[in-house]
């Protein structure tokens, strides 16, 4: 039966894990990189969804506090969206800290999305552990996000 | 600030983060998370030592 499916599978140019893959719905994507936790919550997985929101806001808040600086998007620097995307995989908790250091105005710039602020203080004592901190948080949500694609799409339960 | 406070927080939370996201069962995931929390935390002091003699 094994064979069969395999067979059935290789027929269509897949593999017999894509075959049995289910659609995932974007929205549960988007919901579980926005609020870190929702996606695995609503999935009936409350556990983790608990474990993983909790460390995810605890290393935000440890490396806010320690004022490290979340990386915005800057004029002539391709590399600074590589780290502007791991930062923004903190979801809500990024845009937050954004609206807290830029307010609404600085937000809404003519130069968005460069010009922003990503707060933190340069010489203050904790000031890379805290970006450690923001960076560690932003890229373990995003795999998070990718740990509820795998389940929603039957790949692991 | 003491930074090995920090450096065992952060070995902390990255080791519950994997632990729970690569196992699925209780046994499975202690073993992972000593198995991380030690290679952070302990690695890195020890390879702190083994940088001191180098200017």
């Known amino acids: 039966m094994t064979a069969e499916k395999a067979q059935r599978a290789a027929a269509r140019g897949k593999t017999e894990s894509e075959e049995n893959a289910r659609p995932v719905a974007k929205g549960l994507l988007f919901l579980a990189w926005l609020i870190p936790g929702l996606g695995h919550w609503l999935l009936g997985k409350r556990v983790r969804a608990g474990v993983f929101a909790a460390v995810v806001l605890a290393a935000f808040v440890t490396g806010v506090l320690l004022d490290g600086e979340l990386a915005v998007p800057q004029q002539n620097s391709p590399l600074s969206w590589f780290f502007a995307f791991g930062c923004l995989g903190n979801g809500m908790l990024y845009l937050f800290r954004l609206l807290w250091v830029n307010g609404l105005d600085g937000l809404i710039s003519a130069t968005f999305p460069y010009g922003l602020q990503g707060g933190g203080d340069p010489v203050a004592a904790g000031f890379f552990y805290g970006k450690t901190f923001l960076y560690t948080a932003g890229l373990m949500n995003l795999l998070v996000v990718l740990d509820v694609h795998d389940i929603a799409s039957g790949d692991k339960s | ?55």
Request: proline share 4%.
């Open chain 2, 1 to 55: 600030m003491d930074h090995f406070i920090l450096l065992v927080w952060h070995a902390f939370l990255v080791a519950v983060f994997f632990a729970f996201l690569w196992r699925s069962d209780a046994r499975g995931r202690k073993i992972l998370f000593a198995k991380t929390f030690v290679i952070m935390a302990v690695g890195a002091f020890l390879l702190g030592w083994l940088m001191y003699p180098f200017p």
